[in-house]
């Protein structure tokens, strides 16, 4: 694997014509592949916190990422407490609840107080 970095100044229009050519090198053709770079601390989609992966989760029950209660983002308007008012299939009327910092904000944003410290597991560990 040869991993090469560049500046392109065109937003992506030097990348999308390099992906479309072989690169010869060492006699040897190759066809470029775009690389993304993988959060090496993930949040999980299961609890909604920081450091590990829905697969490594062991969590008994899903945490919302809107509201932080006990139930999928998908079923949110339907069994949220806080939008059982609300007509079903309306936009939730309230801000988001992060469930892992309780503040104003999805559990996903990554300026969450959590979300900057995912890799260091004693300051979670302190905080949960």
């Not at 919302?64 to 006990?70: H, I, K, L």
Request: proline share 5%; glycine share 8%.
């Amino acid at each position: 694997t040869i991993l090469v970095q560049f500046a392109d100044v065109k937003k992506g229009a030097l990348l999308r014509k390099l992906l479309r050519h072989f690169i010869w090198y060492g006699g040897w053709s190759f066809m470029p592949r775009q690389f993304y770079v993988k959060d090496k601390h993930p949040r999980c989609g299961k609890c909604q916190r920081w450091g590990h992966g829905t697969r490594q989760c062991w969590a008994d029950r899903p945490t919302c990422v809107y509201c932080g209660e006990n139930h999928y983002v998908e079923d949110h308007s339907d069994v949220a407490s806080c939008c059982q008012s609300a007509a079903s299939g309306q936009i939730c009327p309230h801000p988001p609840k992060c469930a892992n910092c309780l503040q104003e904000h999805q559990a996903s944003w990554r300026g969450c107080s959590f979300a900057k410290h995912a890799g260091d597991q004693n300051w979670i560990r302190n905080k949960y």
